[in-house]
T-cell receptor, first 115, second 113 residues
Framework: AQKITQTQPGMFVQEKEAVTLDCTYDTSDPSYGLFWYKQPSSGEMIFLIYQGSYDQQNATEGRYSLNFQKARKSANLVISASQLGDSAMYFC????????????FGTGTKLQVIP | NAGVTQTPKFRILKIGQSMTLQCAQDMNHNYMYWYRQDPGMGLKLIYY???????DKGEVPNGYNVSRSTTEDFPLRLELAAPSQTSVYFC????????????FGPGTRLTVL
């Protein structure tokens, strides 16, 4: 069974500062993918970044980077230079590689960017 | 490309009524999924499909049915709506290729009174 844990229900960050959103996971699958999604107040789920379990380098997408520590089973999202538009819920998710394999989501972290 | 589309955006049902939530994707993705998101929670998988004609249950299938007659469409049927089905429903699709991202529709907010 897979499990995603996001221990920060809410976070505040000052505009232009960096923020780290924590995510730990548990799985017995040897190969898997880790995802982060953003859900603004409008409700849609927006894909941010993906990390494969065998990828050698940490994933980056613009201001988003994923701090992947396989031995610790953590996949923290780092947002650099926070903007007011980054205020949203952020969900960490994972899925074993291959086949239909369902995605398991964490409970989310609500990020609020303060001007 | 429209991506993943869902209709309706909002709906209020009375207990015992039935309805179909529509989902369509124009990316030729084989895999499609229905999730529900309860307030303050992550997403839970209701049903999924790995291709036309093939569907299977997810974590929380009770009270729902699906069909997949074409690659593009994956409707979700609610029979005998109950207040416990009040939720936001998301449809998603993916092509199975790296980076194997799921693309989500905008969601349907359903209230059962």
């Amino acid at each position: 069974a897979q499990k995603i844990t996001q221990t920060q229900p809410g976070m505040f960050v000052q505009e232009k500062e960096a923020v780290t959103l924590d995510c730990t996971y548990d799985t017995s699958d040897p190969s898997y993918g880790l995802f982060w999604y953003k859900q603004p107040s409008s409700g849609e789920m927006i894909f941010l970044i993906y990390q494969g379990s065998y990828d050698q380098q940490n994933a980056t997408e613009g201001r988003y980077s994923l701090n992947f520590q396989k031995a610790r089973k953590s996949a923290n999202l780092v947002i650099s230079a926070s903007q007011l538009g980054d205020s949203a819920m952020y969900f960490c998710a994972m899925r074993p590689t291959g086949g239909y394999q369902k995605v398991t989501f964490g409970t989310g972290t609500k990020l609020q960017v303060i001007p | 490309n429209a991506g993943v589309t869902q209709t309706p955006k909002f709906r209020i049902l009375k207990i015992g009524q039935s309805m179909t939530l529509q989902c369509a994707q124009d990316m030729n993705h084989n895999y499609m999924y229905w999730y529900r998101q309860d307030p303050g929670m992550g997403l839970k998988l209701i049903y999924y499909s790995v291709g036309a004609g093939i569907t299977d249950k997810g974590e929380v299938p009770n009270g729902y049915n699906v069909s997949r007659s074409t690659t593009e469409d994956f409707p979700l049927r609610l029979e005998l709506a109950a207040p416990s089905q009040t939720s936001v429903y998301f449809c998603a699709s993916r092509d199975g290729e790296a980076p194997d991202t799921q693309y989500f529709g905008p969601g349907t907010r359903l209230t059962v009174l």
